[in-house]
């Protein structure tokens, strides 16, 4: 939906919105300035010259006006205001919106609004997230430019601040802000200055949905992911020869078989650059990987000696190698609160790996 300030009887200002529903009252959110002004000038301007109207469908030029109750609250630090409507009696089941915290960086996310350049019809646009604050956050388009036609991008945006920024995941929609700004007047970068929705949690007082969560993030890694192939392996060995070098001596410990050792650790590499991938990509969500990084020291440290020694035989190495797995994942299991325990399985192995390959443990026959 869009909105706009009626000055002297002509539409100004003219922005974009969500509409909400919480505890059966009805909701527009918007941008602060998409109501005050960009300075403030439409500051104490009677409510009733605020229009708010949606479209049934992206194709016609009929917008239907939304009826302004009250303004429940606004705040200019943040940039957000949050107006009660009356029931639209709208065919849907859309403004039953979830609303997502703790969402991470390089997320891919979605926002739709109506530009001033063509404010009759809203586009859809695809970014990712690239910077997070406590208060905002910062997102950049992928595909699309704002910039067209000979205009500037922060030109031709205007009248996207208040659009909603989405994500989805497994098919599920969440809020998680919307926009405020677009960075530099000629936008080169089309970078995107938003306010997380949390910034209005109190006053909502709607249940956000943690998308930080192991659960959640296992969604956003599917959503997310990279198939690790050969192709990457083989460039990773050409790389780190010597990491290689030390994990195929010790696989060769753990069978007389020599092809069998080099498929265990290409099979080992593959499945420690996949993990490392996804580590990197969770690395922007609260501090798991790095507490997860920190308590790998402090258990290297203390049990190193135990683990590092000359064995008798495959079996005692094998032995060895479920042991160690078994205790660091038993070690990390209630940072990583993983209740599957595939998560936290899949991390010790994946440190245990990088053990192997540096001779933090080393056996030898």
């Not at 979605?110 to 530009?115: D, H």
């Not at 402090?298 to 035989?313: A, C, M, N, P």
Request: charged share 30%; glycine share 6%; hydrophobic share 35%.
């Amino acid at each position: 939906m869009r909105t706009a300030i009626l000055i002297d009887g002509e539409r100004a200002n003219q922005g974009t919105g969500v509409i909400l529903k919480h505890e059966g009252k009805h909701f527009v959110l918007t941008a602060e300035h998409c109501i005050h002004g960009d300075t403030g000038q439409y500051r104490g301007l009677d409510p009733g010259n605020i229009i708010l109207e949606y479209q049934t469908s992206y194709d016609q030029d009929v917008f239907i006006p939304l009826v302004l109750k009250r303004i429940a609250d606004i705040n200019e630090r943040y940039d957000w205001a949050l107006l009660e409507i009356e029931d639209p009696e709208m065919d849907c089941d859309h403004m039953d919106i979830l609303v997502g915290e703790k969402f991470l960086t390089e997320e891919r996310v979605y926002f739709r609004g109506y530009q001033g350049i063509n404010s009759a019809a809203p586009r859809t646009w695809d970014a990712k997230v690239i910077d997070l604050g406590e208060d905002e956050f910062k997102i950049s388009l992928t595909q699309k430019t704002f910039s067209q036609s000979g205009t500037q991008g922060a030109a031709a945006a205007k009248g996207l601040s208040g659009s909603g920024v989405f994500i989805i995941r497994a098919k599920t929609v969440y809020l998680i802000g919307h926009l405020k700004s677009v960075v530099g007047t000629k936008a080169l970068n089309d970078d995107i200055h938003c306010c997380r929705a949390t910034n209005f949690k109190n006053t909502l007082a709607k249940s956000f949905v943690d998308l930080g969560d192991i659960d959640n993030i296992r969604l956003w890694e599917k959503a997310a992911e990279k198939k690790i192939t050969e192709e990457d392996v083989k460039s990773w060995i050409e790389n780190n020869d010597r990491h290689f070098n030390d994990l195929l001596r010790k696989t060769k410990v753990l069978t007389s078989d020599e092809e069998r050792a080099e498929e265990m650790a290409r099979r080992r590499i593959l499945n420690f650059l996949d993990r490392e991938y996804r580590n990197h990509n969770i690395s922007g969500w609260g501090n798991l990987i790095s507490q997860y990084n920190e308590t790998s020291k402090s258990f290297e440290e203390s049990v190193r000696d135990l683990y590092t020694r000359t064995v008798g035989s495959p079996n005692e190495a094998k032995d060895l190698l479920r042991k160690l797995e078994a205790e660091f994942t038993e070690h990390i299991k209630d940072l990583v609160g993983d209740k599957s325990n595939k998560q936290t399985i899949e991390l010790a192995r994946h440190k245990v790996t990088w053990w192997l390959m540096n001779c933090s443990f080393d056996f030898r026959d």
